[in-house]
């Protein structure tokens, strides 16, 4: 089962405003460790108890699978290229 949608949006608002205030001081102090605070403890934290709380199965609702040996060379790759093409880009 998946939270609807009233309940997500609701859940997108919260962090939103979070993310917008709090967010913000936090990396106005400090930009690298402010940019870690606020995707870990603003965005990913309020989500992942939302979970917890409202016992969803965080594996199934978050589509956390395995990831293929395939999909990892793909993944690769496309990273090799793609800096690649943006060091020819960067003059």
Same mark, same amino acid.
């Given at each position: *089962?998946?939270?609807?949608?009233?309940?997500?949006?609701?859940?997108?608002?919260?962090? *939103?405003? @979070?993310?917008?205030?709090? +967010? #913000? @001081?936090?990396?106005? /102090?400090?930009? =690298?460790?402010?940019?870690?605070?606020?995707?870990?403890? @603003?965005?990913?934290?309020?989500?992942? @108890? =939302? &979970?917890?709380?409202?016992? =969803?199965?965080? $594996? #199934?609702? &978050?589509? &956390?699978?395995?990831?293929? +040996?395939? $999909?990892?060379?793909?993944?690769?790759?496309? /990273?090799?290229? +793609?800096?690649?093409?943006?060091?020819?880009?960067?003059?």
């Amino acid at each position: *089962m998946r939270p609807d949608e009233k309940d997500v949006s609701k859940l997108y608002f919260f962090v *939103m405003l @979070l993310f917008i205030t709090v +967010g #913000y @001081l936090v990396q106005k /102090a400090s930009l =690298y460790i402010g940019i870690l605070i606020t995707e870990f403890f @603003l965005v990913l934290l309020p989500v992942i @108890l =939302y &979970l917890f709380l409202k016992k =969803y199965d965080v $594996k #199934y609702v &978050l589509r &956390l699978n395995p990831i293929k +040996g395939d $999909k990892v060379f793909l993944v690769i790759i496309i /990273a090799i290229l +793609g800096w690649i093409v943006s060091g020819f880009l960067h003059f």
